[in-house]
């Protein structure tokens, strides 16, 4: 404090020094007794919680070990983590699938208004009896859909208006605008493959949820799930591959169940609200024409 | 057991450690922050949330220095953050004004020393006062001073002769009884 005085007058540092004293035994002195324990509690409180904010990733740890010894035991954070993760690759894929397939039908489509002005009519067929699943996917032994694969005969360059349906999953390289129409109509059915395969998991996602406990949090996902799924169906619907009648009737049942799905799942449901969902699945027979539709093996690409 | 043991047990998340180590400083972090503050429920705050820092930042402390010195350093951010936000800054500007209007009084108005020095720290500018508190009252050097605040040892210097100079032109009425 030697310093601090230099260009004082003499009798400052007098002053100061009286005025220390002053403050330190006068201005808010201590006075009475620290209140230790009660502040104690509170900070121990404090501690205590902030331990618990790191106790999750110890609690995770067993779990670990129980993966390192070989049982199967996943975390259920971890399970929804993955789930969500999957919603939303798969979400990603039909958006950019679809993208591609509105592009490839901007682009063709126009092209083939002017030189080939009749080409959907002779595309859909009059009285599909059935949805035509991807070449070779449904009915052989080996399930997965083969692209490129079917016979020379049935080239959809070759006979277009009588397998209109049957083209591989993965497209050929388009080389005139009825191969380039053909592709962008495969694009959609593998948009439309995918939208299916979606639809299908939410709503057995959705039965299971209310056949065990109907968990609000559970519920909820299965409705941002059947939202995202819905809003695919919508556009699919507008699409060409809602020009088959079969697969746009497919489609609308769809969408009315996913509709409600969402709806209705976001509070609690009523006994009939349930059944109304219920009853509008079963008199479709949703479930069961989202799986004839869906090829085979489609499931694991 | 001494502090540098303590302090690895804390780092260690012993508890028993974080109590005797708040019990070896909790007194003197109390009175600073009460010095700081002229408040009790303040200072209960500021103590709690010194320690409560400290303990979650005990990873930091590297023990080159003594524990308690880095304990204070976390005391005064605390606790002039903590002023900050009860705006008692502004409060005291204001009062800025007041204080030389009690240099030009007549002692017989204000007879009471005490409360005419605290009336007149109260109204020093906040940087003065707290360097005034901390250096003269509190003993902490100009370093610490200037470390806690952000500024630097000469910053600190200047602050304190300021203060110091308006603290005795504030309490001019008395000088002479002082010298005597």
């Given at each position: 404090?030697?310093?601090d005085?230099?260009?004082?007058?003499?009798?400052?540092?007098?002053?100061?020094e009286?005025?220390?004293?002053?403050?330190?035994?006068?201005?808010?002195?201590?006075?009475?007794?620290?209140?230790?324990?009660?502040?104690?509690?509170?900070?121990?409180?404090?501690?205590?919680?902030?331990?618990?904010?790191?106790?999750p990733?110890?609690?995770?740890?067993?779990?670990?070990?129980?993966?390192?010894?070989?049982?199967d035991?996943?975390?259920?954070?971890?399970?929804?983590?993955?789930?969500?993760?999957?919603?939303?690759?798969?979400?990603?894929?039909?958006?950019?699938?679809?993208?591609?397939?509105?592009?490839?039908?901007?682009?063709?489509?126009?092209?083939?208004?002017?030189?080939?002005?009749?080409?959907?009519?002779?595309?859909?067929?009059?009285?599909?009896?059935?949805?035509?699943?991807?070449?070779?996917?449904?009915?052989?032994?080996?399930?997965?859909?083969?692209?490129?694969?079917?016979?020379?005969?049935?080239?959809?360059?070759?006979?277009?208006?009588?397998?209109?349906?049957?083209?591989?999953?993965?497209?050929?390289?388009?080389?005139?605008?009825?191969?380039?129409?053909?592709?962008?109509?495969?694009?959609?059915?593998?948009?439309?493959?995918?939208?299916?395969?979606?639809?299908?998991?939410?709503?057995?996602?959705?039965?299971?949820?209310?056949?065990?406990?109907?968990?609000?949090?559970?519920?909820?996902?299965?409705?941002?799930?059947?939202?995202?799924?819905?809003?695919?169906?919508?556009?699919?619907?507008?699409?060409?591959?809602?020009?088959?009648?079969?697969?746009?009737?497919?489609?609308?049942?769809?969408?009315?169940?996913?509709?409600?799905?969402?709806?209705?799942?976001?509070?609690?449901?009523?006994?009939?609200?349930?059944?109304?969902?219920?009853r509008?699945?079963?008199?479709?027979?949703?479930?069961?024409?989202?799986?004839?539709?869906?090829?085979?093996?489609?499931?694991?690409? | 057991?001494n502090?540098?043991?303590?302090?690895?047990?804390?780092?260690?998340?012993?508890?028993?450690?974080?109590?005797a180590?708040?019990?070896?400083?909790?007194?003197?972090?109390?009175?600073?922050?009460?010095?700081?503050?002229?408040?009790?429920?303040?200072?209960?705050?500021?103590?709690?949330?010194?320690?409560?820092?400290?303990?979650?930042?005990?990873?930091?402390?590297?023990?080159?220095?003594?524990?308690?010195?880095?304990?204070?350093?976390?005391?005064?951010?605390?606790?002039?953050?903590?002023?900050r936000?009860?705006?008692?800054?502004?409060?005291?500007?204001?009062?800025?004004?007041?204080a030389?209007?009690?240099?030009?009084?007549?002692?017989?108005?204000?007879?009471?020393?005490?409360?005419?020095?605290?009336?007149?720290i109260?109204?020093?500018?906040?940087?003065?006062?707290?360097?005034?508190?901390?250096?003269?009252?509190?003993?902490?050097?100009?370093?610490?001073?200037?470390?806690?605040?952000?500024?630097?040892?000469?910053?600190?210097?200047?602050?304190?002769?300021?203060?110091?100079?308006?603290?005795?032109i504030?309490?001019?009425?008395?000088?002479?009884d002082?010298?005597?």
């Open positions: 404090m030697t310093d005085h230099m260009n004082d007058q003499p009798n400052d540092a007098i002053q100061d009286r005025i220390r004293a002053l403050a330190a035994g006068h201005y808010n002195a201590p006075d009475g007794s620290v209140p230790r324990d009660a502040m104690w509690s509170q900070i121990s409180a404090a501690r205590r919680v902030a331990r618990a904010g790191v106790a990733v110890a609690a995770i740890a067993p779990a670990a070990e129980a993966v390192e010894q070989g049982t035991v996943i975390p259920m954070a971890s399970r929804r983590r993955t789930r969500t993760i999957v919603v939303w690759r798969w979400s990603a894929a039909i958006a950019a699938g679809l993208l591609l397939a509105f592009a490839f039908g901007l682009k063709y489509g126009q092209l083939s208004n002017t030189t080939l002005p009749v080409k959907t009519a002779v595309n859909t067929p009059a009285t599909p009896k059935r949805i035509d699943p991807p070449l070779g996917a449904p009915e052989g032994p080996s399930p997965s859909p083969t692209p490129n694969g079917g016979e020379p005969s049935r080239s959809p360059r070759q006979n277009p208006a009588t397998h209109p349906s049957s083209e591989p999953l993965a497209p050929s390289v388009p080389r005139d605008l009825a191969s380039a129409d053909t592709a962008a109509t495969t694009l959609y059915r593998a948009a439309a493959v995918q939208t299916l395969m979606q639809a299908e998991a939410v709503l057995t996602a959705y039965r299971g949820v209310e056949a065990t406990g109907r968990d609000p949090q559970a519920m909820q996902q299965a409705a941002r799930w059947a939202r995202d799924v819905l809003s695919s169906t919508r556009l699919l619907i507008d699409s060409p591959a809602g020009r088959d009648p079969q697969m746009r009737a497919l489609f609308t049942d769809l969408e009315l169940v996913l509709a409600q799905i969402v709806q209705l799942s976001g509070t609690p449901l009523q006994d009939s609200e349930r059944d109304l969902i219920d509008a699945m079963r008199d479709r027979d949703l479930l069961p024409r989202l799986r004839s539709a869906v090829p085979a093996g489609s499931a694991t690409s | 057991m502090e540098r043991e303590l302090t690895a047990r804390v780092k260690l998340g012993d508890e028993a450690a974080e109590r180590l708040y019990d070896a400083h909790v007194d003197r972090v109390y009175w600073v922050a009460y010095r700081m503050s002229g408040r009790h429920d303040l200072a209960q705050d500021f103590t709690q949330d010194v320690f409560i820092r400290a303990f979650e930042r005990i990873g930091d402390f590297r023990g080159d220095a003594p524990f308690g010195a880095w304990l204070h350093s976390i005391t005064m951010s605390v606790v002039l953050n903590g002023l936000k009860v705006k008692r800054f502004d409060q005291r500007e204001a009062v800025l004004e007041e030389g209007m009690v240099t030009s009084s007549v002692r017989e108005a204000e007879p009471d020393l005490k409360e005419r020095l605290a009336q007149a109260d109204a020093l500018p906040e940087g003065c006062r707290v360097t005034f508190l901390m250096h003269d009252v509190e003993g902490f050097t100009h370093e610490e001073i200037g470390a806690a605040l952000g500024t630097t040892a000469g910053t600190s210097k200047a602050q304190l002769s300021r203060a110091r100079a308006k603290l005795r504030a309490l001019a009425d008395f000088a002479g002082w010298i005597q």
